[in-house]
């Protein structure tokens, strides 16, 4: 089975949506404060646990699982017209 960047490989129209796609993630991450974008770029970016992220934001795990969830719920909200990519 191939995968989505072999698919976006062999087809030019499906690797420009895939671009404009990542576009969109970057501006909607931009629009996030910045709490919320480290959160996220730590955890789903970078792979940190809670734990880890946690303690290099010196900020309690509960709220990173907070901040987390709010930023899942507005990328979903903010990218729902390319629900094929979504994994939400």
Same mark, same amino acid.
């Given at each position: 089975m191939e995968?989505? +960047?072999d698919e976006s490989a062999l087809d030019p129209r499906a690797a420009a949506d895939?671009? /404009?796609f990542r576009k969109e993630i970057d501006v909607a991450l931009q629009?996030? /404060?910045e709490n919320l974008r480290s959160v996220f770029i730590l955890h789903e970016i970078n792979g940190l646990r809670y734990r880890e992220v946690a303690e290099a934001l +010196?900020?309690?795990i509960n709220s990173v699982k907070?901040?987390?969830s709010r930023v899942r719920a507005e990328l979903k909200q903010r990218l729902t017209h390319h629900e094929s990519w979504l994994k939400v």
């Open positions: 995968t989505r +960047e895939h671009a /404009s629009g996030l /404060s +010196e900020m309690p907070v901040y987390l």
